[in-house]
């Protein structure tokens, strides 16, 4: 503002005559370049190492893996233990715990075909994970 005309309001615009820019100086437009040119350097290298720059692929070598058996004793397992073999649900696990409370411990693998639902096809495909123990009780 002027001196002599203390009312009156400095010029409407982008700059005045004082050398600011939207009420800055050369110094604070200087450091704001300064902060925004290191704001996009830093983005730069960011973006670089979402972008796996600057790493080399690892190899990854597993080990080859053996298959671990799975076995159920027929005649101590419960129906949720049976729900676990591939191919049997609930309905036919708590059959299979049924048939053995209602007529006994099964003798042998084969023993599982007397089960409504437990055909040959079924039994073959079960057979690997299973193991028949004789039970401890008479």
């Not at 070598?61 to 729900?83: K, P």
């Not at 042998?108 to 079924?122: E, Y």
Request: glycine share 8%.
């Amino acid at each position: 503002m002027d001196q002599d005309h203390p009312d009156e309001m400095p010029a409407a615009g982008p700059s005045s005559s004082d050398g600011t820019v939207l009420e800055l100086s050369a110094g604070d437009r200087w450091l704001l370049l300064m902060f925004a040119a290191a704001l996009f350097v830093l983005l730069g290298i960011y973006a670089w190492r979402l972008s796996a720059g600057g790493h080399e692929t690892i190899e990854i070598r597993r080990q080859v893996g053996h298959a671990s058996q799975f076995q159920l004793d027929m005649n101590s397992a419960t129906w949720v233990e049976w729900m676990q073999l591939d191919g049997l649900g609930e309905v036919t696990a708590r059959r299979i715990t049924d048939d053995r409370d209602l007529r006994g411990p099964f003798r042998s693998v084969d023993d599982l075909q007397r089960v409504k639902g437990i055909g040959p096809v079924t039994l073959e495909k079960l057979r690997p994970h299973l193991r028949c123990r004789p039970s401890a009780s008479p």
